[in-house]
């Protein structure tokens, strides 16, 4: 009888044709969210002229999606320790692209707001899931890259949303846009299919004869045996994944620190997302030239999180996330003064690069310091945490738009929160994540072995 620790496996596999797949996936998954998170700000002018509500009014419209992402967050990244990753990602799939092309058939501020709220309980419960699943599945060494290359895709469906946008509204009205946000529900059947289940939540169930195929899928050296025991260091009963957990083994503080950075991060994600576009507008640019802007932000934020993710496997990944925060402060600042154009798209590149894609290595981090069995918990309340300040963004942004404040006014309260962010991540002990106490082991068991 052999025992099996399926978390060292995945460790310590090499990466080939299974990792790709989840890769692929949870890249896919993370394009349509990102889709539909930024098709809102996108059509936002166009929303505001053919309702007629104020730059305010249209805040709070915004905000309804991410209050429910609040919500989302938490109780669909909790209730996948409970019910199964792939069962979980698809019901979030299937909310945000029903309800985003249900939004593009009102003609109502309050219809339209209740839909997207629909739609934010599945844009934010994936997100805690797709990292909590690529993390579980992705070897150790190059961890941060695959989490933050899978993030990616948030901000490759931000871009997708804007080339769509140019050509949609103007042509076909912003309802456009939202309907197309209803094809990716024809993707739950093959995620369902191919998406691998959670290997805790296996071992759980018992389901042994799966957990041996993905597990030989994962690592070819493995054998599987009727023999085999498995265990998951950690584990506790599925009930038992709670709130609670996350303030357990010197957590507590380093948790409330993630949720500070959290906040803080996505108000500058959603503030940006919101309202980039009416800025620029606001500016002087044309709606094509302020779509741009959010193209050059979105593809600055595919390098930030990509670089980002490689920094952070070679150096401490807590440190990286420091200085990526204090990029994002001075960015944002410099994006209210007046400059040559071409300054001004690196500016927004940058911006994109240290406000979306900080928030995805943040996510990548968070995976990282939770031990496997809380994961998408603890990944679920800080996102859902950070969503109070994806909330207040539009509508705090929107306020100061009404009343025709200085453009560099503007920007630094959107930077303000990145100072902010950055103390809180310094502040993160990362001796207590279960990251640092497994190398502790390891380093440990090597030792004895080494003895003997």
């Not at 539909?36 to 002229?49: C, E, F, H, N, T």
């Not at 018992?206 to 994962?218: G, P, S, T, V």
């Not at 930077?415 to 902010?420: D, E, G, N, Q």
Request: charged content about 10%; glycine content about 10%.
């Amino acid at each position: 009888m052999q025992q099996i620790d399926v978390h060292t496996i995945a460790d310590g596999a090499r990466f080939n044709r299974f990792h790709v797949g989840v890769l692929a996936w949870c890249a896919i998954i993370i394009i349509c969210d990102g889709y539909d998170l930024a098709v809102a700000g996108i059509a936002l002018p166009s929303i505001m002229k053919a309702m007629g509500v104020t730059a305010q009014n249209a805040g709070f419209m915004v905000s309804s999606a991410l209050f429910g992402m609040m919500f989302g967050a938490i109780f669909l990244g909790s209730v996948a320790d409970r019910i199964g990753r792939r069962y979980a990602i698809a019901i979030c799939l299937a909310l945000f692209s029903v309800f985003t092309a249900a939004a593009g058939l009102t003609h109502d501020p309050y219809l339209f707001s209740a839909m997207r709220f629909l739609a934010g309980l599945g844009i934010g419960g994936v997100m805690p899931n797709v990292v909590a699943q690529m993390t579980e599945y992705s070897p150790r060494r190059i961890r941060a890259t695959m989490v933050t290359l899978m993030f990616s895709g948030y901000a490759v469906g931000g871009m997708l949303a804007a080339l769509l946008g140019k050509g949609l509204i103007e042509s076909y009205g912003w309802s456009s846009v939202f309907l197309a946000a209803g094809v990716p529900v024809l993707l739950i059947p093959f995620i369902l299919k191919s998406l691998p289940e959670s290997m805790p939540f296996l071992i759980r169930q018992q389901r042994f004869d799966e957990l041996k195929r993905i597990l030989a899928r994962m690592e070819p050296q493995y054998l599987p045996s009727a023999r085999d025991q498995f265990v998951s260091p950690g584990r506790e009963r599925a009930g038992s994944s709670s709130i609670r957990q996350l303030f357990q083994d010197g957590r507590g503080f380093s948790t409330t620190m993630f949720w500070v950075a959290f906040f803080m991060c996505l108000f500058m994600v959603y503030a940006l997302s919101s309202w980039l576009t009416k800025l620029m507008a606001s500016a002087g640019y044309s709606l094509g030239s302020a779509l741009t802007f959010v193209l050059v932000l979105n593809f600055g934020a595919v390098i930030g999180a990509i670089g980002g993710g490689w920094l952070a496997d070679r150096f401490h990944i807590k440190y990286v996330l420091v200085g990526m925060y204090a990029l994002a402060a001075v960015s944002i600042t410099l994006l209210g003064f007046k400059v040559p154009t071409a300054t001004l798209f690196v500016l927004v590149g940058l911006a994109g690069a240290s406000t979306i894609g900080t928030q995805i290595v943040t996510y990548a981090y968070a995976g990282q310091f939770y031990p496997a069995a809380t994961r998408s918990t603890g990944i679920g309340w800080a996102s859902g945490v950070g969503r109070s300040g994806a909330i207040i963004a539009p509508i705090a942004i929107g306020t100061l738009v009404g009343l025709a404040l200085p453009l560099e006014q503007n920007f630094m309260a959107i930077s303000i929160p990145a100072v902010i962010a950055t103390i809180a991540v310094a502040l993160i002990r990362h001796d207590r994540s279960a990251s640092a106490v497994q190398g502790g082991r390891d380093a440990a068991d090597g030792l004895r072995t080494a003895a003997a």
